[in-house]
């Protein structure tokens, strides 16, 4: 989309501190988990890096296509410019994991399709992804608010998705993270440290899925 850069500073340029610090807290009490710390992990739609810099890895890429991704990217991440359908400057089978945290909803079904066969090409045999995305059935009021949604996604749309497209579900949890950090709940960090510790907030509040899905063989 055109303008990419000039919509993301609107929306996000408030609260890049705040962003920052919440992911620290995200990354050290739900993602890290998930990741292999002598791994490699690829951040698609990285935006402004708020994930890759604050998760620990032995190698970190951050893929997107507003060129603010090579200025916020941090010392030790390899920044590239590029789109989630055609990721050809990162070789075939050399990632562990691939986080996508709140962008499949911004593409079109061929283009969704598309990018999970690069994530399919870019994982080594025993890889995974990690989704972060809104859950329509839990948001829908809300869910347009944003100009760039385009495709209207639950965690059963996902989960088939990635089926029929080369993965296996591990875990999926269909309300996990407010639906914005725009909401009353994130904006203290000691409530979202609290919220993580407590699934049971997560079935009151949450309106994003979250799940983790491995590479199976086409």
């Known amino acids: 989309m055109e303008n990419t850069e000039i919509m993301y500073k609107r929306r996000f340029g408030g609260d890049l501190e705040f962003r920052d610090r919440m992911y620290k807290v995200l990354c050290r009490d739900h993602f890290q988990k998930y990741v292999p710390r002598d791994g490699i992990i690829l951040d698609l739609a990285a935006g402004y890096c708020e994930f890759i810099n604050n998760i620990n890895a032995r190698g970190k890429i951050a893929v997107d296509i507003n060129p603010d991704v090579r200025r916020y990217a941090a010392p030790g991440v390899k920044a590239v410019l590029s789109s989630s359908t055609d990721m050809k400057a990162v070789d075939d089978s050399s990632i562990d994991i691939v986080f996508a945290g709140n962008f499949f909803e911004h593409l079109t079904k061929e283009d969704i399709v598309k990018t999970m066969s690069e994530i399919h090409r870019v994982l080594k045999d025993d890889g995974k992804v990690m989704i972060l995305q809104p859950n329509i059935r839990f948001c829908y009021k809300d869910y347009w608010m944003f100009f760039d949604h385009v495709s209207p996604l639950d965690d059963r749309s996902m989960r088939e998705a990635l089926e029929i497209n080369g993965f296996k579900v591990i875990e999926c949890i269909p309300r996990f993270l407010p ?21 049971l907030l997560w079935r009151i509040f949450g309106s994003q899925a979250f799940i983790l899905a491995g590479k199976t063989q086409n």
């Open 179 to 199: 639906y914005t950090t725009k909401s009353m709940l994130p904006k203290s960090l000691f409530l979202l440290r609290l919220y993580i510790r407590v699934p």
